[in-house]
């Protein structure tokens, strides 16, 4: 077996191997696709090595270096990381098979700038999912919201830039005005910003302080999306459709929530947090986002932005598991980060899809959709099923341990937001479905049906989305893997 520190050095470094060998394969696009797809699925092979590892027991760690005698850029890899990695190491295989497809058949510009920020983008991902201490966190929290930069503003036009001066702006503004102070006072109070099994912080400190310090760190991990700090989220839906999928399943959103997730766990510990009241508005404050982003999605008809406030309502729902400050409720957190992940790229797969086939962008315009792209449709089921919550997907696992998190703490306002927002995904998903496959196609202007014959996406772009449609139904039946590393996380 591989000594896991080895495959630790090389999941980190096969991303920026894979960035530069696509700057040097620029003038041959069929050599620069492969290195993408090659590395991604190395990349892919070496996280699924270090899993029994780290079931095992085995914490693999490397110091890179210090930047001042207590602050040191290092790397330790634990059970709450190792999802994470999962996450972004298999998806990144499989998004980039279908931005492959995409890119080309839509004649997109800039594909060897586009894939070298996706491979720093996932490099930075590793990072955050590697890092032994905050001051590493927040390092690689910034080269990931640099990187997706380009690849917001791919497009090139003034509504791409606004866009990207809006993500930038925002994203930078929390974390440097929020997070940052967040981690200096840790390591003020804590004495160090490693992240330790149980919390780092004292139990001595005064509550109402730890409860201003978790504002600091809620709010400056604006990759999470909690409002009012998510506007960056749907106006990023200019981007194309893969880089939407990065956005919002495989590094950045995910690396929000994962990070409020592992201050949680790791800085503050849930001893610290449950014996408190004061740190109930965190409950209030994901709740809220979680139904309020909800209704703004239902009155969308850009199908993207529709999905866009879908993430910044589902993304809340693993912060609302971690304001619960219970095992269960963690354990659902965990379950979410990788039902939301599987699901989601699912459906922004199939709104490329729509997009490169039919050139329809709008919920109205789907019409009999269904019958043109069977396939697409179908997994885009499956993803809104899973997204609303119901079995046999793995939405249903992670909303069933959030939901009993929530029960075992008496908390009615989680129970009651769980319940008004399953009814509010299913209000926003089961139209789209309907129409896909119930109603009569739309007329165009000379009286003709705008769906005639079936004619499904490239198969580059289909083998994408069946495979991760199929994940979302295998993590129902199979959730082993999440549950024993959520389990594991906290020491159970």
Same mark, same amino acid.
């Given at each position: ?310 993430? &910044? @309502? *589902? /993304?809340?729902? $693993? ?8 095992? !269960?409720?963690?354990? #659902? %957190? ?28 709008? &919920? @109205? *315009? /789907?019409?009999? $959709? ?8 179908? !997994?885009?089921?499956? #993803? %809104? ?108």
């Amino acid at each position: 077996m591989i000594d896991p520190t080895t495959l630790l050095i090389t999941a980190l470094l096969l991303p920026l191997i894979c960035a530069l060998l696509v700057g040097v394969c620029r003038n041959a696009p069929v050599l620069r696709d492969a290195v993408t797809l090659v590395t991604s699925v190395l990349l892919a092979a070496t996280v699924w090595l270090l899993l029994p590892h780290i079931l095992a027991g085995a914490r693999p760690s490397l110091l890179l270096g210090y930047i001042t005698p207590k602050l040191s850029v290092a790397f330790t890899l634990e059970p709450l990381g190792m999802v994470f990695a999962l996450v972004a190491g298999t998806l990144w295989s499989i998004s980039s098979l279908y931005a492959i497809g995409y890119m080309r058949v839509n004649k997109e510009p800039r594909l060897t700038t586009f894939f070298i920020c996706f491979a720093v983008a996932i490099f930075a991902t590793m990072g955050i999912a590697f890092a032994a201490n905050l001051t590493t966190f927040f390092i690689f929290y910034e080269i990931l919201t640099l990187s997706t930069y380009p690849l917001v503003t791919h497009a090139g036009t003034p509504a791409a830039m606004a866009a990207g001066r809006k993500y930038l702006g925002i994203l930078l503004a929390t974390s440097m005005g929020l997070l940052l102070p967040a981690i200096v006072i840790t390591g003020q109070w804590a004495g160090t910003l490693d992240f330790v099994a149980g919390g780092s912080l004292d139990s001595n400190i005064t509550p109402i302080f730890l409860s201003g310090l978790l504002v600091l760190f809620v709010f400056g991990i604006g990759k999470a999306a909690v409002m009012p700090v998510h506007f960056w989220l749907p106006a990023a839906m200019v981007a194309p459709t893969p880089v939407s999928a990065l956005l919002h399943a495989v590094a950045v959103v995910k690396a929000g929530v994962f990070g409020i997730v592992k201050v949680v766990v790791y800085i503050f510990g849930l001893g610290l947090l449950a014996r408190h009241s004061v740190f109930d508005w965190l409950t209030y404050v994901a709740g809220f986002t979680i139904i309020f982003a909800s209704i703004i999605a239902l009155l969308q008809d850009n199908l993207k932005k529709r999905l866009a406030y879908s993430t &910044v @309502s *589902q /993304l809340s729902y $693993i912060v609302l598991a971690a304001s619960l400050f219970t095992p !269960a409720a963690l354990i #659902g %957190a965990v379950l979410h980060i990788c039902a939301h992940a599987v699901s989601k790229i699912t459906l922004f797969f199939a709104a490329g899809n729509i997009y490169t086939v039919a050139h329809k962008t709008e &919920v @109205s *315009q /789907l019409n009999g $959709i269904g019958r043109k792209m069977p396939y697409t449709m179908g !997994a885009f089921a499956m #993803g %809104a099923i899973a997204m609303i919550g119901l079995p046999p997907t793995a939405g249903f696992l992670g909303k069933w341990f959030i939901l009993s998190g929530a029960a075992g703490t008496q908390n009615n306002f989680a129970i009651f937001v769980i319940i008004c927002s399953t009814l509010l995904n299913a209000a926003y998903f089961l139209p789209i479905i309907f129409r896909a496959f119930f109603m009569t196609a739309s007329l165009d202007s000379h009286g003709k049906a705008t769906v005639t014959t079936a004619e499904d996406a490239p198969i580059f772009m289909l083998i994408a989305i069946m495979a991760t449609a199929t994940l979302t139904v295998l993590m129902f039946f199979f959730p082993d893997i999440p549950l024993s590393l959520a389990r594991s996380m906290l020491g159970a």
